[in-house]
């Protein structure tokens, strides 16, 4: 788990869940974090999942969350299958910042 606080002086927390980067709000409960390594195994996998946690146990931003973090991990990796890097040079691709909530992610578009 890394802390980031962004410039605003709001923090959040990322953790590597089955190889994916997942940002949280705030520090997750056991139980949030045990929800969102079944979420995110579930969506690998393909298979649907019945997930079940008391009132107030943080289920619908666990979901959100996880899922969240595994569709952006998934969209990079179509789009380095797409595109070999390794064999061409960056000259027909222009370099866009995005920023979410102050954290920078580099996303290349085709020109």
């Known amino acids: 788990m890394t802390a980031i606080v962004e410039p605003g002086g709001c923090s959040h927390r990322v953790y590597m869940i089955n ?9 997750a409960y056991p139980s949030q974090i045990a929800m969102m390594e079944k979420v995110i195994k579930g969506l690998q996998r393909n298979h649907n999942c019945l997930l ?3 009132t107030g146990s ?16 998934e969209k990079a990796k179509q789009i380095g299958a ?14 866009w910042e995005h920023y ?3 954290i920078g992610s580099k996303i290349l578009l085709k020109v």
């Open 58 to 73: 943080g289920k619908t931003l666990a979901l959100l969350c996880a899922s969240l973090a595994w569709q952006k991990a």
């Open 100 to 102: 979410t909530r102050g």
């Open 19 to 27: 190889g994916v980067r997942v940002e949280f709000p705030a520090k």
């Open 82 to 95: 797409q595109t070999d890097f390794g064999s061409q040079s960056l000259e027909n691709f222009a370099e």
């Open 52 to 54: 079940e946690s008391p």
